[in-house]
């Protein structure tokens, strides 16, 4: 069965460091998402990308945040300037054309 | 944006049916009502997704109303592994958003 994977599994960063999170979509999806999960919160929505630009973004994706779709298999986010409070679980996901996203396994990422 | 209301726990024991319901008054015409699951430490699972009235698949029902403005998934028999986080979105591809979820127990 096909699966969305993300690179690293789990990334430590100094605060004000740039960090840049991996995806590989599954391959014939179209539309893919970012979301971040606190420790114990709720799945939060950053930010969809569909035909090589952002679809939709919150309020949390902001300047700070970029995604690429460098190469037509890889989708990054990358944090500018990291802050303590980035700390987080990163799930990448993909979807086709229907209503089922499909989610990596997630990038831990902890900001020292 | 619709906006989605759920039970923040509940708890059940092996073998019951169990049913969570999700609000969503705010509801748009093209939007559809997708169930996630998930397990601590990985990422949400689809569940299931419907329009209006009922769905089944091999894992759950899910039940709209005609006037859409709530659902409500059915998992029958839950075992001690039907234990998670149970998350209904209401939206479109392009903007698919968590609420808080209902976390379930399922006792033995």
Redesign the interface.
Known sequence: EPEVTQTPSHQVTQMGQEVILRCVPISNHLYFYWYRQILGQKVEFLVSFYNNEISEKSEIFDDQFSVERPDGSNFTLKIRSTKLEDSAMYFCASLLNDYEQYFGPGTRLTVT | LAKTTQPISMDSYEGQEVNITCSHNNIATND?I?W?Q?FP??????II?GYKTKVTNEVASLFIPADRKSSTLSLPRVSLSDTAVY?CLVGR?????????TRLTVKP
């Open positions: 559809y997708t996630y998930q430490s990985q990422g949400p699972r689809f997704q998350y591809e392009g903007d698919m958003r968590f609420g808080a979820g």
